[in-house]
């Protein structure tokens, strides 16, 4: 049995539990994960001490370590975009890495370190205490003074620019620029890491990024910097942050078991894979092959060849928000055709018998409602194996490889003993958390919680938190009973352990067992 020693991005269950519940699928697989008391919460930082003593006396008979940079310097994601680590600080961590390798220099360190992210939006529940008031101008900032050093902007950005230069308070844009400067080091140095052969492998994610501004900018010198140092195959960049753990995962779960998937990726719509998504910086098509190459596949043009399908529900010509879906642009409509989508997944397990992963990437964060409605009319849900539909679509797409290449893997050699049913627990913890809940219940939630309890702010529940998770958890179980009369694949749905998991309506944990 082969461990493996996980610091994940934070403490949230996409990036805490998702690599834990894949890796249940796997019985040869001994996966331990850095314990929940040292991982912090938001705003609160993880133990980073705590989480390296543990991680030096874990990896010391470990095969592989799945890691997170940014919560072993920083203390978790949100840490990378607010902290206050000096040089000094950030280079005795650095160091670590390397007495890390030397205590066990047969561990194979697969990291991940982001690019950090600029909101561009007035909110500093997950910034600087100052992006409430200037958040939105300190990212149009770096977005126009991208455009102009590249040469694609128009005499208003010009304009636009200098009036921002004036408006920033010059001590907000200091800070917020020598994190950056920081976290840039940060990147460079795990590259070096890579380089040294600390690292075998590099995943460099851009969280919440876009074509122009800040994270562009730093790519660009990112980039130079891995050429210069001729370490491109085994350093990636790409649009992502809270499914990299899960694909890492599968990235090991492939070279453990020598399994090199080939993977049959079809679209919804013909502009689909050329779409640039929301949240993202370059088209649709790119990201999903960073992804297959990230989780240890690669694509082939057939079904015969192929071991699994990966089935992309893509935007027909613009991708919009899910919270707008009820009056969309016409041409979710115009340029896309399901029933043909479906009738392909289906013919392609009728004719195949291999496992099919929905990637719902039509809207940004959440479901597409008509096309689930649709799948569940026709029974679609009991033909696939994995699905995601939230957040961002590297998220989701990330997310739903990571679960079918593993699937995919039990499928050709066979499923050991509840290691299928493990498999579809986590098919149906998506489809519940993702359909039913973020483009249902959650956006319910933003509009009920403020008149159910004297006008809670849904962002930020507090001490009313487990009330909220309880009021939530009511609903969601009304829909989970309506969606599924008949239980999901053989099994009674079971689902209990409600909670808020940093204390806003945007994410409800719970357990989830099939009987």
Not at 107 to 126: C, H, K, P, Q
Not at 223 to 231: A, G, H, K, T, Y
Not at 485 to 498: C, H, L, S, W
Request: proline share 4%.
């Amino acid at each position: 049995m082969k461990k493996i020693v996980y610091v994940p991005l934070d403490d949230r269950p996409c990036n805490y539990y998702y690599p834990q519940l894949i890796a249940k699928i796997c019985p040869d697989i001994n996966f331990v994960t850095a314990p929940f008391h040292l991982m912090g919460k938001c705003k609160i930082s993880a133990d980073i001490d705590g989480i390296w003593n543990w991680l030096l006396e874990e990896s010391k008979d470990a095969d592989y370590a799945i890691l997170s940079v940014d919560t072993l310097i920083y203390g978790n994601i949100i840490h990378s975009r607010t902290h206050h680590r000096t040089y000094d600080q950030i280079n005795e961590c650095l160091k670590r890495f390397y007495t890390l390798k030397s205590n066990n220099p047969d561990l194979i360190i697969e990291a991940y370190n982001l690019v950090a992210r600029a909101a561009a939006y007035n909110d500093s529940f997950e910034d600087p205490d100052y992006w409430d008031t200037h958040g939105a101008d300190i990212w149009k900032y770096g977005y126009l003074q991208d455009r102009i050093n590249r040469g694609f902007s128009a005499d208003d950005e010009k304009s636009e620019y200098e009036y921002l230069c004036n408006t920033i308070p010059q001590e907000y844009l200091t800070d917020f620029l020598s994190r950056r400067e920081k976290d840039a080091f940060v990147n460079r140095s795990c590259v070096s890491l890579t380089v040294k052969g600390v690292f075998d492998h590099l995943v460099i994610p851009k969280d919440d990024t876009s074509e122009f501004g800040y994270a562009a900018i730093d790519q660009n010198k990112i980039v130079s910097f891995i050429n210069e140092q001729n370490i491109m195959d085994r350093v990636m960049i790409y649009p992502g942050a809270d499914e990299v753990g899960s694909v890492l995962l599968s990235r090991v779960f492939c070279m453990i078991h020598n399994y090199h998937p080939k993977i049959r990726v079809y679209y919804s719509t013909v502009l689909g894979p050329t779409i640039i998504p929301r949240y993202e910086d370059r088209p649709l098509g790119e990201s999903v092959k960073a992804q297959i190459v990230s989780a240890g596949g690669s694509i082939c043009d057939t079904a015969a060849e192929s071991d699994l399908l990966f089935a992309v529900h893509s935007p027909g010509k613009i991708m919009e928000e899910c919270c707008t879906q009820k009056h969309k642009d016409l041409s979710y409509s115009t340029h896309g055709c399901l029933p043909e989508f479906f009738a392909y997944i289906k013919n392609y397990v009728a004719e195949t018998g291999k496992p099919v992963a929905l990637a719902d990437v039509a809207f940004s964060n959440g479901a597409d409602l008509e096309m689930m409605r649709y799948a569940e009319k026709i029974g679609l849900f009991e033909k696939i194996s994995a699905y995601g539909g939230w957040n961002t679509s590297e998220n989701t797409n990330g997310m739903c490889l990571a679960h079918i290449i593993v699937d995919s893997y039990y499928n050709k050699f066979g499923f050991p003993a509840l290691s299928q049913q493990y498999s579809a627990e986590f098919l149906i913890r998506k489809i519940i958390e993702d359909y039913l809940f973020q483009a249902g219940t959650m956006l319910e939630m933003i509009d009920e919680v403020p008149k159910a309890f004297d006008g809670l702010n849904p962002r930020y529940c507090g001490e009313k938190s487990n009330s909220v998770a309880s009021f939530s958890a009511k609903r969601l179980r009304e829909r989970v009973s309506e969606t599924f009369k008949n239980g999901f694949k053989g099994f009674d749905i079971y689902m209990n352990d409600f909670y808020l998991p940093w204390d806003r309506v945007h994410e409800l944990g719970f357990e989830l067992l099939l009987k």
